[in-house]
């Protein structure tokens, strides 16, 4: 119930397919899930490129769990440009603003068209979006969405979504289509679904209150 108002409140429609959102027992819980997902369809070998700038916790998390890890300069054009042609990597992870002392903004909807355009193979962006919330161009990013370009959006829920509480953790990881389904076999298998105690402490979501926040 939680994760369907969540949508229904926070997350655009865009054509018949809407978004699906999936909570976590927190926010790196949904980084794991969105990592179990790729790893259970593709080979653990392959290319995976991210932002240099993303959470210290990201960048721990995402060198350890695959076998090569391209780190590159979200602020360079030109560099991650080339690495999208050289590489053909799996995935793509960023943050939509950087927790970092420049606050740096990575150009998300210019990667993922770049993405759209160059790649060849099954890839995916995956996106964290825990400093942004509603404040990110969710329509205009699921846009870019093809057969190929697969999106995934994650967040911590402490950010913003408990209006300053902060009363438990949790996170959410959101997906459109048959990528949906997978997420859901990924939290199942990696155990990383939020349980109902949790869920029963959050704040029933509202974009109103959410955007006065």
């Known amino acids: 119930a939680y994760e369907k108002k969540f949508v229904s409140e926070y997350l655009p429609r865009i054509g018949l397919l809407p978004i699906e959102a999936f909570v976590t027992s927190s926010g790196m819980a949904a980084l794991t899930t969105a990592i179990v997902m790729i790893h259970r369809l ?3 070998n392959n290319t995976v490129l991210v932002g240099k700038h993303s959470y210290f916790q990201n960048l721990e998390l995402l060198s350890k769990s695959f076998s090569r890890v391209v780190i590159f300069d979200e602020e ?4 991650w440009q080339d690495l ?16 970092v002392a420049s606050l740096v903004v990575p150009p998300i909807l210019e990667i993922a068209d770049f993405l759209r355009k160059n790649i060849n193979n099954r890839t995916y962006l995956v996106v964290d ?4 919330s509603i404040g990110f161009p969710f329509k205009k990013l699921l846009r870019y ?14 950010k913003y979504y408990q209006f300053g509480l902060d009363r438990v953790t949790g996170g959410v990881v959101c997906g459109r289509s048959g990528i949906a389904l997978e997420l859901f076999h990924a939290r199942m ?3 990383t679904i939020m349980n109902d105690m949790q869920v029963a402490m959050l704040p029933t979501p509202s974009y109103k209150y959410l955007k006065l926040y």
Do not use: Q, Y
């Open 129 to 132: 979006n825990s400093m942004l």
């Open 76 to 79: 360079n054009e030109r560099e």
């Open 42 to 44: 593709h080979s653990s």
């Open 84 to 99: 999208v042609v050289r590489e053909r990597p799996i995935a793509v992870f960023v943050d939509t603003m950087c927790n």
């Open 145 to 158: 969405r093809s057969r190929k370009l697969e999106i995934v959006v994650w967040e911590s829920l402490n």
């Open 189 to 191: 298998h990696a155990g």
